[in-house]
């Protein structure tokens, strides 16, 4: 009988955990989720990027040449180029690429956000400047028409300093809007190097596009 007892008493005391752990889980998970940090957000604040893929996919398909004028210090010359795909011509603008560092998580909330009109023209701005001097990119600036997806104009200043030298380069990007797109029209970088111990270098390059053929409803045409 006491065996039976104990038996009884065990799976008595047994059943009581079982019901408190159902009762203790759920509160426990909830408990959890509760302390839990929310997921960060992790969207850049400019997805330059996907604009400057974009560009050399249509470019390319669209059969676009540049026009290419680029001054050295005393020297300049001028060059027409066909980049033959949309690699090619991603590595065109490779130099862009360098205003995605707005968006790397230790720098993105280091830089304030604005939105208004464009004082020079019909035109809105949104502005990305940075709040400290060790940023690489100072500031990043859209100007648009109507709607950020509208994009005319992309402006932006980089300064890299390392213990050979320091460059600084202002960037700009120039659109017009064709069938629905933003399609790039021009470019320019214009900047300067200063080795230490040396003289500096001072160059200006100026690319203006052509477009080869249109593009309608996701096909090329004459």
Known sequence: MYWLINRLNHACAVDQLRGLARLLVPALVLLLSACTPPARDVRGLFAIDSLLQAQASYLAAANATVNKQITLGSKQEEVDLKPSDSTAWFKELEAFSVM??????????????????????????????????????????????????RVRKIESLY????????????????????????????????????????????????????IGKMITNGKAGN
């Open 100 to 149: 995605n560092a707005i968006n790397k998580p230790i720098n993105r909330d280091r830089y304030t956000v604005d939105e208004l009109p464009d004082p020079q023209s019909n035109l809105r701005m949104r502005s990305f400047k940075g709040t400290s001097d060790d940023l690489p990119v100072s500031y990043v600036r859209v100007y648009y028409h109507g709607v950020p997806q």
């Open 159 to 210: 300064t890299e300093v390392n213990g050979l030298y320091k460059t600084s380069r202002s960037l700009s990007l120039e659109f017009d809007y064709i069938n629905g797109t933003p399609v790039m029209t021009s470019y320019s970088i214009v900047g300067g190097q200063k080795m230490f111990l040396d003289d500096s270098v001072q160059y200006d390059i100026k690319g203006r596009v052509k």
